[in-house]
C-alpha cells in the first residue's frame, strides 16, 4: 500500500465533536473499544502488536469504533511471512493477517528525501522502537497506541491534549508532509470544539509557503475535502486551509468566504448528502465544474455543484437569500418547468429534491409545492403524448411541454 492511500485509511468512523472532557472511564473505553483480546490469537503469539492512532483516540473518547491500524514492533517481514502474513505493502512492509485480512504495518521511521507527499524515504527493522513509529504521525492525539494488555502507551501527551481540547502537531517534521494541513483541517472540522495550537498553524502556514502543499495531486485533495464534508462542521476545514493559505493553492478557482461556511455548517446539521454539500461549497465560484475538475469531485458531485449554480443564479456574487437571479428566483411556470427540466427531475426525481434542499439553505423554497410539482409532472404518460403526436418528434415535445404546463398549473 502507498503512502498516501494508507494516510487516507484513517479511520473516521463517527463524525461527531468529541466530549467536552476526557470521561473518567477512559481507560475502561478503550479496553472495550479495541475488541477482541488477540493476545489469544496464535499469529500474533509472540509479537510485540499494538492499535495505534484514531482507533486509540475515539476508544479513549467513547466514539463508535472503526478500523484499527495495527503496528508490529521488533520484527521481520521475513517472519511476518513465516506466519502467514500476506505482504501488501509498496513503500513499506504491510500485511493483511491471514484470517482477519486485517492490516499489521511493521513500525517504521521516515526521512525527508524529495518535494510533496512521497518525497520520503522509510526505514523497518527490529531496532525500530514503537515510540519511533508514533513521531513520525501528525498529531499528538493521533499518536497513541495500545497494547496487549489494555494499557495506553502515550509518549507525546495525546491524552493531555484529548483532555485540553487542542489539536497539536506531534514535531517540526510536521511542515514536510503537505497532507498534514489537510488532515489538520479535517481533524478541526470533526473536532469542531478542539482549538488549534498557535505553534501548529504557524507550521502550517509555513508548510503552504515552502510550496509543499503544490505537490499535492488533485485526488489527494478530494479524499480529505469529501472526509472533511461529510463532519458535522465542514465549514470549519475550509476556514481553516484558508486561513493556512492553502485554499488558493489547491483549488484556485474556488471562491470561498464565510457565508459558505455557515452554509456548509447548516447542510451537516440537516444532514445533507455529500454532493449537496459539495454544490454548496461552490456555490459563489464563477465556474463550479472547474472547481470539480482541480479537486477531482467525482461527476455527481460535479453535476450538483454546476446545477445549483444554474437554479440560483448565472451571477455568482448574486447567489444568496433575496438576490438569487436564477431559475428558482423566478415565479412563472415556464421558469418553473425549466428548473424540473434542466435538472432532469423526472428521471432523477430524488437528485432533484436534494437539490432543493441545498437551495433552501440559501434562499427561501416552498419545498412542498416543488415536492408535489414533481410528482405532477412524473405522472404525466409521455408514451400516450407521443402516440397522439403519432410520432412527429417536434409536435411531441411541444404537446409534452404543455401537458406539463397543465400539470404545473394545478399543482
Not at 486509540?56 to 517481514?77: E, I, K, Q
Not at 506466519?83 to 512492509?93: A, H, S, T, Y
Request: net charge neutral.
Amino acid at each position: 500500500m502507498s503512502r498516501d492511500a494508507r494516510a487516507a485509511a484513517d479511520d473516521d468512523a463517527s463524525c461527531g465533536s468529541a466530549a467536552s472532557s476526557l470521561p473518567d472511564s477512559w481507560q475502561d473505553n478503550l479496553r472495550a473499544g479495541l475488541g477482541r483480546d488477540w493476545t489469544r490469537d496464535p499469529c500474533l503469539q509472540g509479537l510485540a502488536v499494538y492499535v495505534v492512532g484514531g482507533a486509540v483516540r475515539d476508544a479513549m473518547l467513547g466514539l463508535p469504533a472503526g478500523d484499527r491500524d495495527w503496528v508490529v514492533v521488533g520484527s521481520t517481514p521475513e517472519q511476518m511471512a513465516g506466519r502467514g502474513f500476506i505482504p501488501v505493502g509498496g513503500d513499506f512492509p504491510v500485511f493483511l493477517h491471514p484470517r482477519t485480512k486485517e492490516e499489521y504495518a511493521l513500525a517504521r521511521t521516515e526521512r525527508k528525501s524529495g518535494r510533496g507527499y512521497k518525497g520520503f524515504t522509510f526505514h523497518t527493522g527490529a531496532d525500530v522502537t514503537l515510540e519511533d513509529d508514533l513521531k513520525r504521525r501528525d498529531l499528538t492525539i493521533n499518536a497513541m497506541a495500545c497494547g496487549a494488555d489494555g494499557e495506553l502507551v502515550d509518549p507525546l501527551g495525546g491524552k493531555r491534549d484529548i483532555a485540553a481540547r487542542i489539536l497539536r502537531h506531534v514535531g517540526d517534521a510536521f511542515i514536510e508532509d503537505p497532507v498534514r494541513v489537510l488532515r489538520l483541517a479535517r481533524f478541526a472540522a470533526r473536532f469542531h470544539d478542539f482549538a488549534i495550537a498557535p505553534e501548529t498553524m504557524a507550521l502550517a502556514r509555513a508548510l503552504v509557503q515552502a510550496g509543499e502543499v503544490d505537490a499535492l495531486v488533485p485526488e489527494r485533495v478530494w479524499q480529505e475535502f469529501a472526509k472533511g464534508l461529510k463532519t458535522v462542521r465542514p465549514g470549519r476545514m475550509f476556514q481553516v486551509l484558508q486561513e493556512a493559505g492553502a485554499l488558493p493553492r489547491i483549488a484556485p478557482a474556488l471562491a470561498y468566504d464565510d457565508d459558505i461556511a455557515r452554509g456548509l455548517n447548516e447542510a451537516a446539521d440537516q444532514g445533507c448528502p455529500l454532493p449537496g454539500r459539495f454544490a454548496l461549497l461552490c456555490r459563489r465560484s464563477a465556474d463550479p465544474a472547474l472547481v470539480a475538475q482541480q479537486v477531482r469531485a467525482p461527476g455527481e458531485c460535479r453535476d450538483q455543484a454546476v446545477l445549483l449554480a444554474a437554479l440560483l443564479g448565472g451571477d455568482p456574487v448574486r447567489r444568496d437569500a433575496g438576490a438569487g437571479s436564477g431559475l428558482l428566483a423566478r415565479a412563472s411556470l415556464q421558469d418553473r418547468l425549466d428548473a424540473l427540466e434542466r435538472c432532469d427531475a423526472v428521471r432523477k426525481p430524488e437528485r432533484f429534491l436534494d437539490l432543493l434542499n441545498a437551495a433552501s439553505l440559501v434562499m427561501p423554497l416552498d419545498l412542498a409545492w416543488w415536492t408535489r410539482a414533481v410528482q405532477a409532472v412524473r405522472g404525466i404518460d409521455a408514451g400516450a403524448v407521443a402516440r397522439a403526436a403519432q410520432g412527429d418528434p417536434a409536435r411531441i415535445k411541444a404537446d409534452l411541454r404543455r401537458a406539463r404546463l397543465e400539470a404545473l398549473a394545478a399543482v
